[in-house]
């Protein structure tokens, strides 16, 4: 069963959307929202598969709601509003179907069949995104009740050690770059590879994306870069001028291979409360390539990163952070500077270069 979040400005709309919708055997409506900030606490909270948005909202609109939730926490959603929103540019700001609110007085037999025609021709697509989407920490129903967020909902944090080993590499290989991101990672990562150009060392990322968005957001990279960008799926050699984006469901980690690295995928639980997870990524570069490497923490909540970066730091790695003034979030650079794992911070728009200067042994 798919869960839904309802977000209207109309109680009696709310009400209506959630029935109908709550007739499907497929999908539940676990909450409703009135307003954009009421919604985003409630995504965090409940993590629904589905949010349905309405265009005319206070506080904020649903059209800069949209564009901030796919830039934000990227995740399927509909709109639900008038006639004249479907000319806008709603499909480009991320959603993935429109249903337009009925007239005053007409009935409602059309508008419930329009809905339920279009939530059930996504169930493909709904399928993907949570295919091994983390599942709540507590059942729905007791997350509703929940008021206090200062415990219980938080998941224990799994440590790298407890599931992925650490051995540096004493000698280096050669040159590979890792980068790791979060919240902001989206818009700041297509900021980085518009100015990359070819044959640089190959890249890794893992950007905490949900599964079912990774994929296009790699196909969006590459249509902005010189650089080959490709979500990874499968064992995979690292060549020269190609960067690899683990997939939303899954760890990836670098393993030396003779003279050249591989990509390969780890499905195991959360690490750092990610999967991916950045410290997975890095110290598996670390394992592979230690002081050969280049490691870039950039935008995102939390510290995820900071472990194997320190580990990087400590085996004489490039490691770089974000600065706090171009960071949408300063979370993960900020808490990489305090652990003294970084070596350079620079702004958003020097990490290109901080990159092809590594590439020409111009830093160290």
Request: hydrophobic share 40%.
């Amino acid at each position: 069963m798919y869960t839904v979040l309802v977000l209207d400005d109309s109680i009696s709309m709310r009400n209506i959307i959630k029935d109908i919708i709550n007739q499907l055997d497929e999908f539940e409506v676990v909450d409703t929202a009135s307003d954009a900030f009421d919604a985003r606490e409630k995504i965090k909270l409940l993590e629904p598969d589905l949010v349905t948005v309405d265009i005319n909202l206070p506080k904020m609109n649903g059209v800069v709601f949209l564009r901030n939730l796919m830039r934000l926490h990227p995740m399927p959603a509909i709109v639900i509003s008038g006639e004249a929103v479907r000319g806008s540019d709603i499909f480009e700001d991320g959603a993935i179907g429109f249903v337009s609110k009925p007239e005053i007085g007409k009935s409602l037999v059309e508008f419930s069949s329009k809905i339920n025609e279009t939530l059930l021709s996504l169930t493909f697509l709904l399928s993907k995104y949570t295919l091994k989407k983390p599942k709540p920490i507590k059942p729905i129903t007791e997350q509703i009740k929940k008021v206090d967020l200062s415990e219980g909902l938080l998941e224990r944090k799994v440590h790298p050690d407890e599931v992925y080993s650490s051995n540096p590499a004493l000698i280096g290989g050669n040159k590979i770059i890792g980068i790791g991101s979060s919240t902001g990672g989206i818009d700041s990562l297509l900021t980085v590879f518009k100015e990359l150009p070819s044959g640089l060392p190959p890249i890794v990322i893992t950007q905490h994306i949900p599964y079912g968005f990774s994929s296009s957001f790699a196909q969006r990279l590459n249509d902005n870069s010189a650089v080959i960008v490709t979500e990874v799926e499968k064992e995979t050699i690292l060549e020269i001028g190609h960067a690899y984006l683990a997939p939303g469901n899954m760890h990836l980690e670098v393993i030396k291979n003779g003279s050249h690295y591989l990509g390969r995928l780890l499905d195991i639980g959360k690490v750092s409360r990610h999967k991916p997870s950045v410290d997975i990524m890095f110290r598996s570069i670390n394992n592979s390539a230690g002081a050969s490497a280049m490691a870039i923490i950039m935008t995102g909540m939390g510290d995820d990163g900071t472990i194997a970066m320190l580990e990087l730091y400590k085996n004489n790695a490039y490691t770089v952070a974000q600065n706090e003034e171009s960071c949408v979030v300063f979370g993960m650079p900020a808490q990489a500077i305090k652990a003294g794992a970084i070596k350079e911070i620079c702004h958003l728009n020097e990490i290109a270069r901080y990159i092809i200067n590594y590439s020409k042994n111009m830093r160290k």
